[in-house]
């Protein structure tokens, strides 16, 4: 099942896909966000269609200690919307402390400020679905029979 990720922020929209299995994630783009929360559904919903993803996973950025902020908010309303305007499931994951620890590999990377900024939205998308990804897995393996 192929899976699509957003990282969804004021300015811009990180975007994976998944493998075919569901076992990798993948930076695909970043969507620079328009006036309209339509035109960028619309984009959104072009990217699924591309990828025929049979799934959507938001990341939610919640507070440190779990609450909904500022931030989360927006984000919830931008998953309300997605929701009504596609018929493909939309589910959100916490990505707390997502950017930081994209940030913190491309320094690591010695990557310059502007090709951090350049490469930060669509990691981080890869980085909340593969979280995804691999919390599905880990609880949905069957035991061992030996």
């Not at 984009?43 to 990341?59: C, F, N, S």
């Not at 997605?82 to 930081?100: A, F, G, M, N, Q």
């Not at 913190?104 to 593969?130: F, G, N, P, T, Y």
Request: aromatic residues 2%.
């Amino acid at each position: 099942m192929r899976i699509l990720g957003l990282d969804v922020g004021d300015k811009t929209i990180g975007v994976a896909v998944s493998d075919e299995l569901g076992i990798t994630a993948n930076p695909v783009c970043v969507i620079q966000r328009s006036a309209s929360i339509k035109k960028d559904i619309s984009e959104v919903r072009r990217l699924a269609q591309d990828y025929t993803v049979e799934k959507i996973v938001v990341g939610m950025p919640l507070m440190l200690d779990g609450s909904v902020g500022v931030q989360a908010q927006k984000v919830q309303a931008f998953v309300e919307e997605l929701r009504k305007r596609t018929t493909i499931p939309v589910e959100v994951w916490d990505e707390r402390l997502t950017t930081s620890q994209v940030e913190r590999v491309l320094i690591e990377m010695d990557q310059s400020r502007a090709k951090r900024k350049k490469q930060l939205d669509k990691l981080a998308a890869a980085i909340i679905l593969q979280a995804y990804m691999d919390s599905h897995r880990s609880t949905h393996e069957e035991p061992n029979e030996t």
